[in-house]
């Protein structure tokens, strides 16, 4: 099982970027894809979720009506588009995927990608 973020790069503050996780495995197993971000010496933190139908979506606080989750199940991939991004959206942006409920806990999830560096510049 293994999950392949991309997308990321520098962007100045209220542009977009459309991140992409790509997986590959055992794919019909799981049930929830999240994304998540790390900025440098904080914790990680959750940005959003979807769920295998995609009927629902959830959201952190900070993103909400900026940021839009979505998947593609044909393809095994789950996107994340970010627009008029944010200074404070900088960080490393990790896609995460758990079977059964959605959680918003990192520590809950068990499958991650490698991350993908989000950048944006004031």
């Known amino acids: 099982v293994q999950l392949q973020a991309s997308g990321g790069g520098l962007v100045q503050a209220g542009g977009s970027l459309r991140l992409s996780c790509a997986a590959s495995?055992?794919?019909?197993?799981?049930?929830?894809m999240g994304w998540f971000r790390q900025a440098p010496g904080k914790e990680r933190k959750f940005v959003a979720a979807?769920?295998?139908?995609?009927?629902?979506?959830h959201y952190a606080r900070s993103v909400k009506g900026r940021f839009t989750i979505s998947r593609d199940n044909a393809k095994n991939t789950v996107y994340l588009q970010m627009n008029r991004l944010k200074p404070e959206d900088t960080a490393i942006y990790y896609c995460?995927?758990?079977?059964?409920?959605?959680?918003?806990?990192?520590?809950?999830?068990?499958?991650w990608g490698q991350g993908t560096q989000v950048t944006v510049s004031s």
């Open positions: 495995g055992r794919t019909l197993s799981w049930n929830i």
């Open positions: 979807i769920t295998w139908s995609g009927r629902s979506t």
């Open positions: 995460a995927a758990r079977e059964g409920t959605y959680y918003s806990s990192a520590e809950l999830y068990k499958d």
